[in-house]
């Protein structure tokens, strides 16, 4: 932006309710962002997004499995999600005979489509305000419990009078805005998922953890499933007489493409966003927990990289294990720096200041205060709860120990369901990286936690052993779970040993701590800062009536918008939109894990007429984790890509919005009938879905 241009464009920020783009919208509640969704160029109507009178888009989205979203794409039950969402289903179905993880799989017809037990796919039959019903019986006098109490008995009413097993209806009732609403969510959920295709994980997964976050993208995050319903239509567990769901609706795909400005819109379901906190909460998470975890995990990451350097066997056990700890490590990083970069801090903190001078005489007067002061007492006990979570989990044998000693029974052998858990625990285990790892956490937990907030455990075993090394030495050294033969072979008359196993012991000791002194202090505080937010929230709206407020994401259906667009991460740097398989063949690298793409695409390419073939695009869609598989829209409502990401120098957005900086990226639709095309050769998948162009 021009420098002369400034005063104006802040003098039209103070004007405008919200920040463009910005935003989670309830599906039910989207007549009143309709005008400015169809200013920005959207066709069609709020009806046509969520209806329950008639089919509407939202009957075309589904919640997949627990933490994905999916969307339908024909009228047989064909839906789109992304490869990282349909990961461990791949995985399930792989073996040494066929890996369709790294080869992918395809099925050629129906009959070759694989089941996946405990998939399920979740539609929202309707969304209701119940909060009335909710807080029937409420007397202002109750205390934070009992109106828990009460929200928990009304919302259990309403949910068994909405579930209908005989149907597949399932219910849930949600708190919005800290409370001050409540929503009934009907949802009818299919159990019977098939797996139809999934491109190699070369393909899948291109750019792995080194582009994760970023831009230029190329990943082909995508993966295809097929609902299958009895032959009423209605939900049914698996089986062979079971066929193709029909849906009330399904998406027509757009194969013209993407530009610069076009209007999108992202129809899924976000997980979890702080978009209303305070400042303290804001500097606690940007400015300590974020960086703490930051640290504790490159601790854990550069352990893992060192081993999985010098042995490709390594590298396998441990690829999906760095890949988890290393996507949320990513995220963090951007998220600490863009709050710093924006000084959301300082911003809010000026903000409560306005808020404090209005509240006087009014019911919020004081509530900040009384935040403020909540927080002080809450951060050292949540600060070393989160360290427990990122020292004491990671070490592996310490979550073996558990996982055997939690067995009720411990005949291992006899019972395939352990002997199972054990193996696959075991296949991707290599001791020196927990040992190392052991040290590391052990170390950090003494070096960045005060005295009375270690549990006295750790300090026993300091005095016992001098060092943590020996304290190491000795838990590995003694414990059976080093011995995978001596594991598999425990029987009932172990139970003595495994409960007296240093692993185990080590193991109680931390949990006890966790679990007896911190946990009831947090959740005693929490309960009290629930209740303080839940005035402050209802404090900002009445502080702002001319301001729409989303309410943060919570796992339920939200609709964002914005356009196709690019952006400038640094001085010097501009991003276009677009990227193309010519940007593969050039990070295209055999000696790269990464970037060692299937042979096949190299040979495609080398054909010619693909260089253009678009992979990834930007937007500007307000999205978060949950939104990974969205369907993203065009203006006509027609599927142009699928959502798996947003670009580091955002994430900031599951507390603050930047227009800026923000984007989420997407598949584009066309790389994933490329995909089907040249990859699958399953081109008969076009025959059920509905082109547009
Ligand atoms: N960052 C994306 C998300 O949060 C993709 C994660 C999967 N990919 C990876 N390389 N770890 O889910
Ligand atoms: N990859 C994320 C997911 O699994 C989406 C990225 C984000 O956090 O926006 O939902």
């Known amino acids: 932006m021009k420098k002369f241009m400034l005063p104006l464009a802040i003098a039209l920020m103070a004007i405008l309710p919200a920040r463009a783009d910005e935003g989670m ?64 289903y791949i995985q399930k179905h792989s073996s040494v005979e066929h890996d369709y993880l790294k080869d992918g799989f395809w099925a050629l017809n129906r009959g070759e489509e694989l089941p996946n037990p405990g998939l399920t796919v979740s539609f929202l ?24 109490q009460l929200v928990r008995e009304n919302s259990n009413k309403l ?93 027509k795909i757009s194969r ?50 060192k081993h999985m350097d010098q042995s490709q066997a390594v590298r396998i056990q441990y690829s999906a294990k760095y890949a988890s700890v290393s996507n949320a490590w990513k995220k963090w990083q951007g998220e ?44 050292p006990y949540y600060r070393a709860y989160e360290y427990y979570n990122e020292t004491v989990r990671p070490i592996e044998i310490l979550s073996v120990a558990n996982m055997v000693a939690s067995f009720k ?62 304290w190491k030495d000795s838990v590995f050294s003694k414990s059976i779970f080093t011995d995978k033969a001596k594991v598999r072979a425990l029987t009932a008359a172990d139970t003595t040993l495994v409960k007296n196993d240093p692993a185990t012991l080590m193991y109680n000791a931390f949990n006890e701590w966790q679990r007896n002194t911190l946990r009831p202090v947090v959740v005693k505080l929490n309960s ?13 709206m009445d502080f702002q009536p001319e301001k729409n407020f989303y309410p943060d994401a919570n796992l339920t259906l939200r609709v964002a918008y914005g356009k196709v667009a690019g952006y400038s991460p ?17 990070k295209d690298n055999p000696d790269i894990f990464d970037y060692n793409i299937p042979q096949v695409l190299r040979d495609i390419y080398a054909q010619g007429g693909h260089e253009d073939q678009p992979v990834c695009f930007l937007a500007t869609n307000h999205t978060t984790g949950g939104n990974s598989g969205s369907p993203v829209l065009n203006a006509d409502g027609n599927l142009i890509g699928i959502n798996f990401d947003r670009v580091w120098e955002g994430t900031m957005s599951d507390i603050a919005f930047d227009p800026e900086f923000c984007r989420n990226i997407s598949l584009d639709v066309r790389y994933l009938l490329f995909n089907i095309e040249y990859i699958g050769h399953a081109a008969y998948l076009f025959d059920e879905m509905e082109f547009v162009d």
């Open 25 to 88: 919208w309830l599906p039910a509640l989207i007549s009143q962002r309709i005008g400015d969704m169809q200013a920005k160029g959207f066709k069609l109507t709020a009806e046509d997004i969520y209806s329950v009178n008639q089919a509407s888009l939202k009957d075309a989205v589904v919640l997949f499995g627990r933490g994905c979203t999916g969307e339908l794409v024909s009228n047989d039950g064909l839906i789109f999600t992304n490869h990282h969402c349909g990961y461990s």
């Open 125 to 148: 039959e309707y969304m209701q305000d119940v909060t009335a019903q909710v807080l029937e019986g409420y007397k202002p006098e109750m205390t934070e419990e009992e109106r828990s």
């Open 159 to 251: 949910m068994r009078a909405a579930r209908d097993e005989s149907k597949g209806l399932t219910a849930s009732v949600e708190a919005l805005y800290y409370g001050n609403q409540y929503f009934l969510f009907v949802f009818r959920v299919y159990s019977d998922v098939r797996l139809v295709g999934a491109p190699p994980s070369s393909i899948g997964k291109f750019g792995g953890d080194t582009d994760n976050w970023m831009w230029p993208r190329h990943t082909g995050d995508f993966s295809i499933f097929r609902i299958y319903a009895d032959a009423d239509n209605n939900p049914a567990v698996y089986s062979q007489n079971n066929v193709p769901y029909h849906p009330k609706k399904f998406f």
């Open 256 to 305: 013209a493409g993407v530009k610069e400005d076009d209007f999108t819109f992202v129809y899924g379901c976000p997980g979890s966003t702080k978009e209303y906190i305070t400042s303290d909460e804001t500097a606690y998470t940007a400015e300590v927990s974020d960086p703490q975890k930051i640290a504790l995990r490159t601790k854990r990451l550069e352990i893992m990289k």
């Open 336 to 379: 600490a720096k863009g709050i710093a970069k924006m000084k959301t801090v300082a911003t809010k903190q000026a903000y409560e200041a306005r808020f404090k001078e209005w509240a006087k005489g009014k019911r919020y007067d004081g509530v900040l205060e009384k935040l403020s002061s909540l927080y002080k007492e809450y951060i």
């Open 409 to 470: 029974e411990l005949n291992i052998s006899k019972d395939l369901s352990k002997a199972i858990s054990i193996e696959n625990f075991y296949k991707d285990y290599y001791q020196p990286i927990d040992e190392e790892i052991f040290v590391s956490m052990m170390k950090a937990l003494g070096e960045n936690l005060s005295e009375d907030m270690l549990p006295a455990y750790y300090k026993e075993q300091l005095a016992k052993y001098g060092t943590v090394e020996a």
């Open 528 to 540: 009290k800062i629930n209740l303080a937010y839940r005035d402050y929230m209802q404090g900002q």
């Open 570 to 586: 640094a001085d010097g740097i501009d991003y276009r939109p677009v990227s193309t398989l010519k940007g593969i063949i050039e």
